[in-house]
Each structure stands twice: as structure tokens, then as C-alpha cells.
């Protein structure tokens, strides 16, 4: 959020803030957080690292979980192993992601052979999973 004539608001005294201008899609590591010496704070700031920011979070700016999502796994457009899962059967084919994402969210996949479009789990990188 941007206040009135462009300023920034101001950091709470116990919020987690960025030490430096971090771009969208970056991995947040422990050089890139400054966190109050309380152990609240301190707590907050560990629960964030490793996580992948959604959008561009500027230096001095609290870090919020809103503003970060798991790593991105799969992304969009990328060809992904598919696998159909039923019972004990296991079949596997190769399948475009329509989105990106991140472990276990689901996407949409389309199969090269079929064209056609499911949804599906990503279960590790490049690799997305659906029951049917």
C-alpha cells in the first residue's frame, strides 16, 4: 500500500521487514529479513524463509504471508511428467502446464497426446499427479 504522496507506511515496531529490495519470484533467505529481537518476531521471521515472493517487496517494507507463496515448482507453460494414479495402477505421459504453482496446489495440465485438459496435484518439481 501506498500512502498519500507516495510515502511507504511505516513498520510496525514488531513486523518482520525486508533488508533490501526483494523481486517478485525471488526465495526469501535469512540475509534478506530484519526482525526485532523478540521472540515473536523472531519466530515469524523463520516461518518466511524460504518462501518465494509473490510480488516485488521493497526494502523497509513489512513482510507479509499474503505477499508470499511456496516455491514455484512447475511453471507455466513448462512440460511436466503427468501421472494417473487408480488403485495400484500407475500411468504416466507427458502434459503442459496451463498455470505454475507450487507442492500440492493443484493446477490445470494439458495432455500432449489427448489435448485433453485436466487438474492435477503438483507432487514435486515437474511432476503433477491426478486420481481418476
Known amino acids: 500500500m501506498i500512502l498519500a504522496g507516495g510515502a511507504m507506511p511505516a513498520a510496525a515496531a514488531e513486523d518482520v521487514v525486508?533488508?533490501?529490495n526483494i523481486r517478485a519470484g525471488a526465495i526469501i533467505a535469512a540475509a534478506d529479513i530484519v526482525a526485532p529481537a523478540s521472540e515473536t518476531a523472531l519466530r515469524a521471521a523463520t516461518e518466511l524463509v524460504g518462501l518465494e515472493a509473490a510480488r516485488s517487496i521493497?526494502?523497509?517494507q513489512p513482510l507479509n504471508k499474503s505477499d508470499l507463496r511456496a516455491p514455484t515448482l512447475v511453471e507455466r507453460n513448462a512440460i511436466v511428467t503427468m501421472e494417473f494414479v487408480k488403485g495400484p495402477m500407475l500411468i504416466s505421459t507427458e502434459g503442459r502446464a496451463l498455470d505454475q504453482g507450487g507442492s500440492g496446489e493443484r493446477i490445470r495440465v494439458m495432455n500432449l497426446l489427448s489435448k485433453r485438459?485436466?487438474?492435477a496435484t503438483i507432487v514435486n518439481a515437474n511432476t503433477v499427479r491426478t486420481k481418476q
Open 18 to 20: 525486508a533488508a533490501r
Open 117 to 119: 485438459i485436466v487438474s
Open 58 to 60: 521493497y526494502k523497509g
